[in-house]
């Protein structure tokens, strides 16, 4: 008797055995490895976290210490003035930044006698300006300090002997006039001329801040963190009462700590706190040029640590199992499926045996399984198919309206062909619809790209450049009226909405519009930087509110311009129809990318003001010198006053500097010239960048390379150029807002090329997990 195996038995005897001994496996050796595969992840979380808070609170130290630097720049040219007028502007100079920096106590300069007083014999001897905050008022002081020698075991002298710049370690002071004793530290830069100490700038400041931010930096439950200055002085502390003391006499350890984090910048070891295990992780910093390391270190328990591996590995052997019993079903229903459709086709086609038959097509096998049962009924429904397949040409053309009789009420082949039918139908509306779905994101594209190159035009001017957005925009959406709002900040003290371009009905309206902030749904817009969007508009609202002309259409869109939660204007589209999400979305997209262009053009639009302040205070000072100096033959008053102009220039490069990343190129693209800010945001050394060329790190396309060579070539032809671009630097990739200035000689030839850019990476990385969140 011949043994009858069924196929369903066959396969899931053979898959399900071999499934089952690949899990085994493989459950056994990743228990093994996911327990210390775990902990080194949360090491490594633990250490990066360090590292991110200690940026973040040198980032708040560098500001300070630039703005010392800025105040010691704009005096390198004291020596033109007397010591009357160089105490008159730096008063002037400490009393703006106490007024507009009342978180820092005070604010102070010495300037040596020596340096600013011709007549002044002693290597010795200073005044000190100052300007603080006591009970919430404004104090003056100016005093003379070691007149009869410098103290060598001061600070002070520690610094004018070395010519550097400090932070100095945490001491306690009470102010006059207050009980309070405050826990502060000090920023010194000097200004250094020739090789000449003159003078040293500076800024206390409370660290109270500190020790809020350190509070709230908890990575786990029951974690915390602790931040220790250069000499050993806890800065900040959960115990707000051993802030101020030295972490040897109060850290578990700190002895050891600190002698690890004088050899490295980074340290990792397990304490025990109150017979409790922590693992604690430090990152050391320094900021600015100032030597001094400050250090932060984050505590985390032990048990918290094992708990999340315990929990991890828990999670990973029930993913496992659950992982083998779905796959153990679907291999089940997967050979279920298999042989369902044989079974029933033999069922069904004993059934339908109704057409003619020819002998001919009848078939022969003997299998002994259910395909030998298909044979068998395959041969009765030939004759049958005839019908069946004209109706299935027929689809195929294209015809889904074509009639088709089933054979009787039991033809599950003929229900399943007029099943296909619906199904083709269906499958033509789904894809009408996905062709729609990509025309509106072609569309989208599309618009992006074509603003991305409005932006990179006529941006000098902000009422061209709005209107061309405007334009643009009103008629790419398809909107009936279009307006742009920007925020005037000239006066920090009198802000307000300014319309700067209007757009409707084919022709351009000037009309001049002061909104306050708040004010209307313009200033509301602004004040919550929230879209508004109306669809039920009341009659007469835009002859009345909206400045947007007598025409009253029925939906109202208002999109506020921000990047970084900075509002910079609003954007203001009326409509007779709805406005889709999508073009919403459109508006909303352009809004922050206009945003991100007016900050960096309201930058250049500073700077060229600094630029030209400087000039005319350029001009000033060569009249004022001609009058003193009018004795002088005119050659010598000429090259004089190119001596002061090249000095003003400098100081304006070095804010430059200290402001925007600056990288100078010969004519033909190859880098001379790097600033410090570019060397420390890419973690480059200035060896490593001289003498590589512009194209190095860039990705371009065959199309691309052709226009990058018409760019330099432009710029060697003495055309100013703004380009924003991506640029791949130790595996990481960074995106600049960029420009593009030749360079001239006195023959009017460009010589060199220099670049002024400012990093939006931050900004664009946003948008892109904004992207993917949207897309998931």
């Known amino acids: 008797m011949k043994i009858r195996m069924r196929l369903r038995l066959k396969l899931l005897l053979a898959i399900i055995s071999v499934t089952i001994i690949i899990f085994w496996a493989s459950i056994s050796f990743l228990t093994n490895s996911v327990d210390e595969f775990t902990r080194n992840n949360i090491h490594n979380y633990i ?128 102010y006059t006039g207050s009980n309070k004793k405050v826990l502060e530290t000090s920023i010194c830069v000097p200004l250094v001329k020739d090789s000449l100490f003159s003078a040293l700038f500076g800024f206390d400041i409370e660290l109270t801040y500190y020790q809020k931010l350190v509070n709230e930096i908890k990575p786990y439950n029951n974690s915390f963190a602790v931040l220790i200055s250069e000499n050993g002085t806890i800065v900040a502390h959960p115990d707000s009462s051993v802030v101020g003391i030295f972490a040897d006499s109060v850290l578990q350890n700190g002895k050891l700590i600190l002698s690890e984090l004088k050899k490295d910048n980074e340290f990792s070891t397990n304490v025990i706190i109150e017979n409790n295990n922590y693992y604690v992780s430090f990152s050391s910093f320094k900021i600015s040029n100032a030597p001094e390391k400050w250090h932060l270190g984050i505590y985390v328990p032990e048990d918290v640590i094992e708990g999340q591996i315990v929990y991890l590995t828990r999670i990973s052997r029930m993913v496992m199992l659950l992982g083998l019993l779905i796959l153990a079903l679907i291999i089940w229903f997967i050979a279920f499926s298999i042989t369902r459709p044989l079974v029933k086709a033999t069922n069904v086609l004993s059934d339908l045996s109704l057409g003619k038959i020819d002998p001919t097509k009848k078939l022969s096998i003997n299998s002994g399984d259910e395909i030998e049962d298909i044979g068998n009924s395959i041969n009765i429904l030939i004759d049958s198919l005839d019908k069946t397949a004209h109706f299935a040409k027929e689809i195929g053309k294209g015809n889904l309206n074509a009639s088709y009789q089933k054979l009787s009420d039991n033809d599950v082949l003929g229900e399943a062909l007029l099943e296909m039918r619906k199904s083709l139908e269906h499958a033509k509306k789904i894809d009408e619809e996905r062709k729609l779905e990509e025309s509106k994101n072609r569309w989208f594209n599309e618009g992006v790209a074509k603003f991305a190159e409005i932006l990179r035009r006529n941006n000098d001017d902000l009422a061209d450049f709005s209107y061309d957005i405007i334009y643009n925009l009103t008629k790419y959406v398809d909107a009936t009226i279009g307006a742009i709002f920007l925020i005037n900040d000239d006066d920090p003290q009198d802000k307000f909405i300014e319309l700067m371009a209007t757009y409707a009905y084919e022709r351009r309206k000037y009309e001049e519009k002061k909104i306050n902030i708040g004010e209307g749904l313009v200033g509301r817009c602004v004040q919550e930087a929230e879209t508004i969007y109306m669809t039920e508009v009341p009659k007469g609202y835009f002859k009345i509110a909206s400045g947007l002309g007598e025409q009253e259409p029925s939906t109202l869109l208002l999109v506020p311009m921000k990047v970084n939660d900075v509002v910079f204007g609003v954007i203001e589209m009326a409509s007779f129809e709805p406005i889709e999400d999508y073009k919403i979305n459109f508006i909303t997209k352009i809004g922050e990318n206009i945003a991100a262009t007016i900050s960096s053009v309201k930058i250049n639009i500073k700077t060229a003001k600094l630029l030209e302040e400087s000039k005319l205070k350029s001009e000033e000072l060569a009249a004022q010198e001609e009058e003193m100096r009018q004795n002088m033959e005119e050659l010598q008053a000429t090259q004089e006053e190119s001596a002061r102009k090249s000095a003003e220039m400098q100081s304006l490069i070095n804010a430059l500097h200290s402001s925007s990343y600056v990288i100078e190129y010969d004519i033909n693209g190859n880098v001379i010239n790097v600033n410090e800010a570019y060397l420390a945001l890419t973690g480059q050394n200035e060896k490593d960048i001289i003498g590589t060329h512009h194209a190095d790190n860039l990705q371009m396309t065959e199309e691309q390379k052709s226009n990058y060579q018409r760019f330099w070539q432009d710029l060697r032809n003495g055309i100013i150029k703004k380009e924003t671009s991506k640029v791949s630097i130790g595996g990481k990739t960074f995106t600049f807002i960029e420009t593009y200035s030749p360079i001239y000689d006195e023959n009017r030839k460009v010589i060199k090329i220099l670049k002024i850019a400012h990093n939006i990476t931050d900004f664009i990385n946003e948008e892109n997990d904004k992207r993917k969140k949207k897309g998931k």
């Open 47 to 174: 250490k990066a976290t360090t590292e991110k808070y200690a940026n973040e609170i040198r980032v708040t130290l560098d500001g300070k210490f630039n703005m010392a630097k800025a105040l010691a720049h704009g005096f390198y040219n004291y020596s033109e003035y007397t010591p009357e007028q160089i105490k008159s502007n730096t008063l002037n100079h400490l009393y703006g930044i106490a007024l507009e920096n009342p978180d820092i106590l005070s604010v102070w300069a010495s300037w040596e006698y020596k340096a600013i007083d011709p007549n002044w014999e002693n290597p010795y001897g200073r005044v000190r300006l100052t300007y603080l905050w006591e009970n919430g008022e404004l104090k003056k002081l100016e005093e003379d300090l070691n007149l009869d020698g410098d103290n060598t075991k001061s600070l002070y002298y520690i610094l004018k002997t070395q010519k550097r710049e400090a932070l100095v370690d945490p001491y306690w002071f009470t």
